[in-house]
C-alpha cells in the first residue's frame, strides 16, 4: 500500500505519451465533423416587418377595440391562416401542394414582438426558416399580407355589426316615433282641446258681459227703486200719470230683479265650469306636452342614429386594418443552418476533451491492474 501511494499517476506526463494517439482521434473525430457538416441540408432565413397600431377613438362609444398582440400571434398560427397563405403559394410553387401543409409550415414561421410603446403600436417580424429562399421570402411576405388583410376584415366585421345594431335601433325607434305621432292625433281628436279653448274663451266673455249687465242692472234698480220711494210717498197727491208711471216702475223692479236673478245664476254656474274646464285643458294641455316632448326626444335619437348608421356604412369600405407591412422579405443569399465554423470547433474541443479522459482513464486502469498483481 505504501507502494502505491508513492507512485501517483503523472497526468501531464501520460496526456504527452499518448499524444499522438489524442491527435489521431482529434483529427478522425473533426475530419468527421466536417465531411459530415457538408452534408446537411442549407437552411436559410428570411424575415418581414409590420407595424401593429392600436387606434383609440375620440370617444367611447361604440369604439371598436383592436385585437391583442397575443391574438395576432394565435391568429398566425391557426390552420385558416396557414391554409391561406399555402393556397396563395400554389400558383407560385406547384410542388409544395403535396409537401407543404398548415402543421409544417407553423414549425417554419416564429413570430418576434417588440413592447407597445405610448404611441400604441409595435413591430411584428415574422422569421421563415427553410431550404428554399424563394419559397421562405414568398411565406414571410404572403403571411404578413393575409393578417394584414385579415386585421382589416375583423375590423370590417366589427364596424358592420355596429352598424347593423344602430341600424336595428333606427328601425325600433322610427315604428315608435310612428306610434306616438299616432297616438297624439288620436288622443288631440279624442281631447278636442281646440273645442275646449275655444268654449273657455265663451265663457270667460259671458262672465264678463254678465258682470257688466248686472252691474248696469245694479244701476237701473238704484233708480227704479228711488222713484218708486218717491212716488210711494207722495201716493196720495198723484196724478194718473204718475199712476201709471208708477206701475211702470214696479213692473221694471220686478223685471229687473228676475234679470239679475238670472244672472247671478248664470255667473255663479259659470264661475264654478271655468275652473274645471280649466282644469281639463290644463290636464290635457300637460299629457299634450309630455308626449311632444317624447316625441321631439324621439326624433332627435333618430337624426343621431341615422347619422352614426351612415357614418358606420362608410367606415365598413374606408377604416383601415391594425395591420401595416412595413418591410418586405427579402431573398436570402446566406445560409443561417448548418453553422459549420461551430460544428467543426465543438467537434475538435470535445474530441480533445474525450481523447485526453481516455488517455488518462486507460493510465489509471493500467496502474491498478500492475499495483494489483505486485
Do not use: C
Amino acid at each position: 500500500m505504501e507502494e502505491i501511494q508513492n507512485n501517483p499517476t503523472d497526468p501531464f506526463l501520460t496526456i504527452w505519451s499518448a499524444k499522438w494517439a489524442i491527435l489521431i482521434f482529434t483529427l478522425i473525430a473533426t475530419g468527421t465533423a466536417v465531411l459530415g457538416s457538408s452534408f446537411l441540408p442549407k437552411e436559410y432565413e428570411a424575415k418581414s416587418t409590420v407595424l401593429v397600431s392600436f387606434p383609440m377613438a375620440p370617444d367611447g362609444e361604440n369604439q371598436v377595440q383592436s385585437l391583442s398582440v397575443s391574438s395576432y400571434e394565435d391568429l398566425v398560427v391557426t390552420s385558416g391562416i396557414l391554409q391561406g397563405v399555402i393556397d396563395q403559394l400554389i400558383p407560385d410553387y406547384p410542388d409544395i401542394k403535396n409537401s407543404l401543409f398548415p402543421k409544417i409550415l407553423e414549425g417554419m414561421i416564429s413570430i418576434d414582438t417588440g413592447e407597445a410603446k405610448e404611441s400604441q403600436s409595435l413591430l411584428m417580424s415574422f422569421k421563415v426558416r427553410g431550404q428554399n429562399p424563394l419559397l421562405i421570402r414568398d411565406i414571410a411576405n404572403t403571411t404578413a399580407n393575409l393578417l394584414s388583410e385579415v386585421s382589416g376584415q375583423i375590423k370590417k366585421s366589427k364596424i358592420k355589426s355596429i352598424a347593423d345594431t344602430t341600424n336595428t335601433q333606427f328601425i325600433r325607434i322610427k315604428k315608435k316615433l310612428s306610434e306616438v305621432e299616432e297616438n297624439f292625433n288620436t288622443i288631440r281628436a279624442e281631447h278636442k282641446l281646440p273645442s275646449l279653448l275655444a268654449e273657455l274663451s265663451r265663457m270667460k266673455d259671458n262672465l264678463t258681459v254678465y258682470n257688466y249687465e248686472i252691474a248696469m242692472l245694479e244701476v237701473q234698480l238704484n233708480a227704479q227703486s228711488g222713484k218708486l220711494a218717491a212716488y210711494k210717498e207722495i201716493k196720495s197727491k198723484l196724478s194718473e200719470f204718475m199712476k201709471t208711471d208708477l206701475i211702470r216702475a214696479e213692473i221694471s223692479i220686478k223685471t229687473l230683479l228676475a234679470k239679475k236673478k238670472f244672472l247671478t245664476k248664470s255667473i255663479k254656474q259659470l264661475k264654478k265650469m271655468i275652473p274645471l274646464l280649466e282644469n281639463k285643458i290644463m290636464a290635457i294641455d300637460l299629457k299634450e306636452k309630455q308626449i311632444r316632448r317624447i316625441k321631439f326626444a324621439l326624433k332627435d335619437q333618430l337624426l343621431t342614429l341615422s347619422s352614426k348608421v351612415q357614418e358606420t356604412r362608410i367606415a365598413v369600405a374606408e377604416i383601415p386594418g391594425d395591420i401595416k407591412l412595413i418591410s418586405k422579405a427579402i431573398e436570402p443569399h446566406f445560409p443561417v443552418s448548418p453553422n459549420r465554423p461551430t460544428i467543426i470547433l465543438t467537434a475538435l474541443v470535445l474530441s480533445l476533451v474525450v481523447g485526453t479522459a481516455a488517455a488518462l482513464a486507460k493510465e489509471h486502469l493500467d496502474t491498478a491492474r500492475q499495483n494489483t498483481k505486485e
